[in-house]
């Protein structure tokens, strides 16, 4: 089977910088679609950064100018850059991508999502 899993989540000062990363693990034949979602206690998930399939890069409002999503060049799985934190992106931070893989019945193509990893901002 397949599996994401994030690291370098952390407790940081407001001003300071972390730097996520995504693992992905399983016989993986293609990825697609890749981005970090997150999720504040009580709020719904949201997206923070993608890349989708064809290169475009998104962003969510309240990230632009301070993240800044790339991708692993040899994997494909995603890295998001997060500078000048503020209290408010306090959340839990979950890989996604789209992936094709080796599954126990053959080829399988989903949108797959990590465990998360968790981004405190606080003084």
């Known amino acids: 089977q397949v599996q994401l899993v994030e690291s370098g989540g952390g407790l940081v000062q407001p001003g300071g910088s972390l730097r996520l990363s995504c693992t992905a693990s399983g016989i993986i034949f293609r990825v697609n679609g890749v981005g970090w979602y997150r999720q504040a206690p009580g709020k719904q998930r949201e997206l923070v950064a993608r890349i989708t399939s064809d290169g475009r890069i998104d962003y969510a409002d309240s990230v632009k100018g301070r993240f800044t999503i790339s991708r692993d060049n040899a994997k494909n799985t995603p890295y998001l850059q997060m500078n000048s934190l503020k209290p408010e992106d306090t959340a839990v931070y979950y890989c996604?991508?789209?992936?094709?893989?080796?599954?126990?019945?053959?080829?399988?193509?989903?949108?797959?999502w990590g465990q998360g990893t968790q981004v405190t901002v606080s003084s």
């Open positions: 996604n991508a789209g992936l094709t893989y080796l599954s126990d019945s053959g080829r399988a193509t989903r949108d797959c």
